[in-house]
Every structure is written in structure tokens, then in C-alpha cells.
């Protein structure tokens, strides 16, 4: 009898699926050291033939599978391996179990309403009352009044810090794809030299792992979503050894052959500096875990929109995201708008498993939603959805991208275009997607 279903603890029976074996032993590679992708996929073959001759003639459940990658992993010698995926999967069920604890702690709910009484005071709450500004050539006014907004959390941060400038040696700026991290960075960074802080800024994307030693989906599509992409091993003790004041030689990616190259790069921080970093996955404790809480400062970022649509719905946050996402995917990394669409699964799968938990840990929420930005968007980006939905409608196995694409559509439908983005300053978190 083939092995096709499996039960989900849930109860429910799925068809199985070997490659998510393979995935989740590639991740516990992450965790110890760099990712083999076919030894990954070699234990995956051994847990596979073995499931065949335990369970000949009864469907398995998702724990038979994994203790049977603990026994795998066991017996080829791969101590560690198998100590870091009993710990992934012991992590996995502390937060199945705490996850309706954390839900309403991991909404920040005083940020929303702030928002939300902004919105309503500038009469920007509404898609019907955005759309005024539009038609009225208003949208100006508009920008200026949110962009003072942007501006004044950048002093309360920097105001922040400066009053533990004695304790903080990390400054993490984290938050979901799209959120504005670059820019919010760069803006901190402005602070800080007129303030006179000492700073230096690490890249964290230059420790990606090359796109080789990624497993591809069944659309050819690479998996580079979660913490575990990253070289998280390297990362840290990189940073345990720039806050004891060693030098390092960081790795260099190279984003368009999706490889590191041979090259390094000298790296020091001094006493008197602050490490900054912006990374989606800041906020993921595996991440910096060889620095102390009490060493860092962690600012949350999410696009808090409180734009009610025509039907009485709140705009989606990740909504905004996929459409920044698409403009920069298309103008910096030649990644076509359909194709960002398609792979958005992959971002929303990392941030509900590595970054939603985590949000009460941060030190600071701050939204990046810009109240004017989606006449904008839609400037950019509302004639690629026709083809969009086209394409992954006639998709059976891509049903979730097309109605994510007709959601977003319907939205852009709603709103009043705005073609003239002239007066979006030049260091607006706009600018970091439009150009």
C-alpha cells in the first residue's frame, strides 16, 4: 500500500508530502551548522522507507513521522542534528500551546487605536474620505501631515535610546517584509550623528546562505523566508565577538547570482558604538541570542493601516506589504510583480511562525503605514492584476495567490488614483519601494 495520507494532529488526513521532511531536517542543518541540502534529502529517502514498512497498511500520524526522524538522525551519527530538531520540535508545540495565550498580547492593540483616532482626526479613515483628498488635489497636505508623523517616532526612538545609551550595545530594527526597516534605519542613523551617538550598521543579508543549499517547492520556487536561511551560527558569534571588540571578516552576498562570495569584508565595533541591524527576523530570539536582552533595543515594525474599505473592512497590513514588495521586487531585483505574488506565501508562512510570536518582546512598535500611499501604489501597480488573476486562476495548486491577487485588486479598485508623486520627500519609507 503506497504512502499517501498522513493525520494531522488536528485529526484531519492530508496527502503526504516528503518534502516537508526534508525541509524540516534542513532546518534543524540551520540551526547547527551550514544546510546540506542532499544529505537533507538523503535522510528524508531513509525516514520515507522505513514509514513504508511500519505503516504497510495504516495511515501514520505527523508524530510517527518525527519520531522516526529522531531515530533516523540518531543512528547515522548526527547527534547534534537530532538534539536540534528535538528542540525544534519541542519549540513547535510550546507554541501550538501558547499560541491562544500570545494572541491577544502579540496584537498591539494601543499602536492600532492610536492609529486609528490619527486617521480619524485627518479624516483619512475611510476609502471614501481618502478618496476626498484625491479628488479635492489635496493629497499633498496629506502627505506633509503624515510624513511629520514618520518623523516624530523617529525622535521618540532616538529620544529612547539616548536615555539608555549606558546599557544598549544592539539596536535591532525588525518587522515583517516591506514593513520600512531600511529607511527607519537610515533615519535612526541621522539621529545618532546629530546627537553625536557612535554607530556602525551590519548588513544581516549578507549572511544568507547561497540559493544552492535551498530546498525549491513543487513550483521551482526557493524557500528564503525564514531565520533559517540565514547563517545563524556565523551571525552570532560574530556578534559576540564585535561587542567584545574583536574584529570579524563578514561574509558578502551577492543578491543577483543568489551566492556568497569569496570575498570578506573587515568589520569592528568600537566601545563607544552601537550596532545597528534590520532584519525581518530581529525579533526572533535564535537570531541575536548570543547577546543579553538587557544589551539590546528592539523596534517592531508593521504597517498598522486603519483604512476602512467601502464594504465596512479594515484594509489588510499584509495587503500594504505585497504591494510595496511588488514595486521593489520588480525595480531592484528584476523579480517580476506575478512571480512576488506567487512567493507571498512563503513571507506569510515566516512571519506567522518567526515573527508574530514575538511581537511583546519588542521595546518599541511603530507603524510604517503611510495614510496617502495607496493612491500611489495603485499608480504603480493596478494594471499588472488583470494578468495576475489571469495566470493563477487557470492554477489549481496556486488558488491562494489568486485570491489573494482579486482581494488586493478589489481594494485598488476602490481607491482613486494618484500619478504625481513629486511631493513624497526623498527619505519618505515611500521612496524605498517607489524610488
Not at 529620544?159 to 539608555?164: A, M, Q, V
Not at 520588480?330 to 511581537?359: A, C, M
Request: aromatic share 12%; net charge positive; with cysteine.
Amino acid at each position: 500500500m503506497p504512502l499517501t495520507k498522513i493525520y494531522k494532529r488536528d485529526g484531519s488526513i492530508v496527502s503526504f508530502d516528503k518534502e516537508r521532511i526534508a525541509r524540516a531536517i534542513y532546518k534543524a542543518f540551520a540551526e547547527v551548522s551550514q544546510p546540506d541540502l542532499k544529505l537533507a534529502q538523503d535522510f528524508s529517502d531513509k525516514v520515507v522507507y522505513i514509514l513504508k514498512h511500519q505503516f504497510p497498511k495504516i495511515t501514520p500520524t505527523v508524530e510517527n513521522i518525527q519520531d522516526i526522524v529522531e531515530q533516523v538522525l540518531v543512528k547515522q551519527g548526527h547527534d547534534q542534528l537530532a538534539k536540534a530538531y528535538i528542540l525544534y520540535r519541542q519549540k513547535r508545540k510550546e507554541i501550538r500551546e501558547k499560541r491562544e495565550k500570545k494572541r491577544i498580547e502579540n496584537v498591539p492593540y494601543q499602536s492600532i487605536w492610536q492609529t486609528l483616532t490619527w486617521n480619524m482626526k485627518y479624516q483619512c479613515e475611510t476609502v471614501e474620505k481618502l478618496n476626498e483628498y484625491v479628488k479635492d488635489k489635496k493629497l499633498g497636505k496629506l502627505i506633509q501631515i503624515e510624513e511629520k508623523r514618520y518623523n516624530q517616532e523617529i525622535l521618540n526612538i532616538s529620544s529612547l535610546i539616548t536615555k539608555r545609551i549606558n546599557q544598549v550595545k544592539l539596536l535591532i530594527i525588525t518587522g515583517p517584509s516591506s514593513s520600512g526597516k531600511t529607511t527607519t534605519t537610515d533615519r535612526l542613523s541621522q539621529e545618532f550623528k546629530k546627537k553625536k551617538i557612535g554607530f556602525v550598521k551590519l548588513n544581516v543579508d549578507h549572511y544568507f546562505y547561497s540559493l544552492k543549499v535551498y530546498l525549491k517547492d513543487e513550483f521551482g520556487d526557493f524557500d528564503f523566508e525564514g531565520p533559517y536561511a540565514l547563517d545563524l551560527p556565523l551571525l552570532n558569534q560574530h556578534l559576540k565577538d564585535l561587542l567584545a571588540g574583536k574584529k570579524v571578516r563578514i561574509p558578502q552576498y551577492d543578491f543577483k547570482k543568489g551566492r556568497r562570495k569569496k570575498e570578506t569584508k573587515e568589520f569592528i565595533l568600537k566601545s563607544n558604538q552601537i550596532l545597528l541591524i534590520d532584519s525581518h527576523y530581529g525579533i526572533y530570539p535564535r537570531l541575536t541570542k548570543s547577546i543579553p536582552d538587557s544589551q539590546k533595543f528592539k523596534v517592531y515594525l508593521e504597517t498598522l493601516c486603519q483604512l476602512k474599505t467601502k464594504d465596512g473592512r479594515f484594509v489588510r497590513w499584509t495587503d500594504i506589504r505585497l504591494l510595496r514588495r511588488m514595486i521593489r521586487d520588480s525595480r531592484v531585483r528584476s523579480y517580476d510583480p506575478i512571480k512576488t505574488v506567487g512567493h507571498w506565501h512563503y513571507v506569510r508562512q515566516g512571519e506567522l511562525k518567526n515573527i508574530i510570536p514575538y511581537i511583546s518582546t519588542a521595546d518599541y512598535v511603530f507603524n510604517t503605514a503611510l495614510a496617502y500611499e495607496l493612491p500611489i501604489l495603485k499608480h504603480y501597480l493596478f494594471h499588472y492584476f488583470p494578468e495576475i488573476i489571469k495566470v493563477y486562476k487557470k492554477d489549481k495548486k496556486r488558488q491562494d495567490a489568486y485570491f489573494r491577487a482579486k482581494r488586493v485588486n478589489k481594494l485598488l479598485e476602490e481607491i482613486n488614483e494618484w500619478s504625481d508623486d513629486k511631493l513624497v520627500p526623498k527619505n519618505s519609507i515611500l521612496r524605498e519601494f517607489i524610488g
